[in-house]
């Protein structure tokens, strides 16, 4: 009995996520070697700001590569969002913070639901529809902008205070609420991924889809759920946007898409679908976050040394997870006792266990 508890802790996606929490103690240790005051609540609090958002896109981004798809116009969704939602509150101080909040969700989960619809009913690869959708969103919020900027001196004073609202304070560090956002998002999806009937149905539908369809599970239905998710998470993070950084054009968003993308596959979601976790995606963001942060404070490293660590980490990402889909794959009898929940009704094998076929 118990070497079977151990070898369930072999799952794939464990070592994943183990593994980078390991690279993120070791990016702190080193670091703090060569930045002065390198841990200074400053700088930790800069850190977690921006993992909120990436976090929050990664988790959504992570929904449809779970399902073997990729949105590559969740930047354009988020950048819709934080403008139309700031526009609104802009010439309305008074709406409720609960209201501005639904409305950026359900602006983002609209223009998800198109690019679920056009992939699952239409038959068109996600990677052009979504390449399509990115340039589409982003030339109408162009348009519907005109040049203009909002500024935070137009938006209700409860926004421009939220990014410095604190949960918890130890001295000068302080556990912002967007972080906390962030964190309840991702371990609500985790839990639904894990232990609800649609979370394990998304695992299916993306280890083998032609198998989910003959075991009964509407399988354009999830498709078109998980973008539909993907695009409210990308409402959500463009809300994020629009209470970060206060001062929005129709530039928003832009470059996010990259961000999410590689968060989720440096988290270890496999580009394969029917593997990974939001938490890993979270580790994936976290990381990525403070090699980003961390490089900036060392002179003699550039920008564009920057975007290439990014790209490196990426490529390594991809490396791993075949070297581990293979590892696994080879040893799945040993494997065969973790099944997930026992209500689990996704079909026998791979997409039941939601690992990599």
């Known amino acids: 009995m118990s070497g079977g508890s151990g070898r369930r802790r072999l799952r794939p996606e464990r070592v994943k996520e183990i593994t980078l929490v390991l690279l993120i103690i070791v990016t702190v240790v080193a670091f703090s070697f060569l930045v002065d005051n390198y841990l200074s609540a400053r700088f930790v609090n800069r850190v977690t700001q921006g993992v909120a958002v990436t976090a929050v896109m990664a988790a959504g981004q992570s929904l449809v590569i779970l399902t073997r798809n990729i949105d590559l116009s969740i930047g354009s969704i988020a950048g819709v969002s934080a403008y139309v939602t700031g526009d609104i509150l802009g010439q309305h101080a008074g709406t409720n913070p609960v209201a501005a909040v639904l409305t950026a969700v359900a602006i983002g989960a609209l223009l998800g639901l198109v690019n679920g619809l056009l992939v699952a009913y239409g038959q068109i690869p996600s990677i052009i529809v979504t390449l399509g959708t990115l340039a589409i969103y982003r030339t109408w919020l162009i348009n519907f902008g005109n040049a203009r900027t909002i500024t935070a001196d137009k938006l209700p004073q409860w926004l421009v205070d939220l990014p410095r609202s604190t949960v918890i304070s130890i001295g000068d560090y302080e556990l912002r609420t967007m972080f906390v956002i962030a964190i309840a998002v991702v371990l609500v ?38 973008f539909a998710a993907c695009g409210a998470l990308a409402g959500l993070g463009g809300f994020l946007v629009l209470a970060r950084f206060g001062t929005i054009t129709v530039t928003a968003g832009r470059g996010l898409e990259l961000e999410a993308i590689a968060a989720a596959v440096v988290g270890g979601v496999s580009t394969l679908g029917g593997s990974g976790t939001v938490v890993g995606a979270l580790f994936g963001a976290a990381l990525i976050g403070l090699l980003d942060q961390s490089l900036g404070r060392v002179p003699e490293v550039s920008e564009f040394v920057r975007d290439a660590v990014l790209g490196i980490l990426i490529l390594l990402a991809v490396v791993v997870d075949g070297v581990l889909t293979k590892r696994f794959t080879a040893r799945r009898p040993i494997m065969a006792a973790d099944t997930g929940p026992p209500w689990t009704a996704a079909p026998p094998g791979p997409a039941a266990r939601g690992a990599v076929p």
Do not use: D, H, K
Not at 198 to 211: F, I, K, Q, T
């Open 189 to 226: 999806l985790q839990f639904g991924l894990g232990w609800l009937r649609p979370g394990r149905m998304l695992y299916a539908v993306g280890s083998n889809a032609e198998a989910a369809r003959q075991a009964g599970l509407p399988e354009r239905r999830i498709t078109v759920l998980a």
